[in-house]
Antibody, heavy 120, light 107 residues
């Protein structure tokens, strides 16, 4: 069974930084595209960013709202995905989900989420 | 960006009813569409991918159809476990985008 477990969510001040982690098990991690999706409080879902697999040189894609501030990266040797978030604003307050994506790009398996609160 | 518009935003129904949710894309996405279900406080769960393919383990009362710009998710004979919020998601182009969600409530 595929399991994704996020960690690292916290309360952080505006302008601060935070790194989220996602530990994956039950899959050949290096074979999968991985995404971060967030959900603002009481709102819908918003895709944050994607990292492809090694044979695609771990290339990344980002939503415009986070491009230049957030970085998705992975360590296949640790079966782990990361989201480095810099220059955080109040609008980044959300539950952040780690997601395994299918080769065709749809979101297949979701983690349980980790809460990030940006507040002074 | 491809905009995804779901309707209705809220739907009230009885157990046993058949319901249909519509998702429209602002441009053609072929069949690059997925549906997921989310219950309060829980992570979303994939139901349908490639517009009409049922994810393993999902009950057959869920079905999806459509291509191009118009898609539907139908739940035949609603069960108590089905009261949740449903989202469509396109994966034809970046940025990947979701519909605004449809909440199915018990009437």
């Amino acid at each position: 069974e595929v399991q994704l477990v996020e960690s690292g969510g916290a309360l952080v001040q505006p302008g601060g930084s935070l790194r989220l982690s996602c530990a994956a098990s039950g899959l050949r991690f290096s074979d999968h595209k991985m995404d971060w999706v967030r959900q603002l409080p009481g709102k819908g879902l918003e895709w944050v960013g994607r990292i492809r697999w090694r044979r695609d040189s771990d290339t990344t894609e980002y939503a415009a709202s986070v491009k230049g501030r957030f970085t998705v990266f992975r360590d296949d040797s640790k079966n782990s995905l990361y989201l480095q978030m810099n220059s955080l604003t109040i609008e980044d307050t959300a539950v952040y989900y780690c997601v395994r994506s299918d080769v065709s790009g749809y979101f297949g398996t979701w983690g349980q989420g980790t809460m990030v609160t940006v507040s002074s | 960006d491809i905009q995804m518009t779901q309707s209705p935003s809220t739907l009230s129904a009885f157990v046993g009813d058949s319901v249909t949710i519509t998702c429209r894309a602002s441009q053609s996405i072929s069949t690059w569409l997925a549906w997921c279900q989310q219950k309060p406080g829980k992570a979303p769960k994939l139901l349908i991918y490639k517009a009409s393919k049922l994810e393993t383990g999902v009950p057959s009362r869920f079905s999806g159809s459509g291509s191009g710009t118009e898609f539907t998710l139908t739940i035949s004979s609603l069960q108590p476990d089905d009261f949740a919020t449903y989202y469509c998601q396109q994966h034809a182009a970046y940025p990947l985008t979701f519909g605004g969600g449809t909440k199915i409530e018990i009437k």
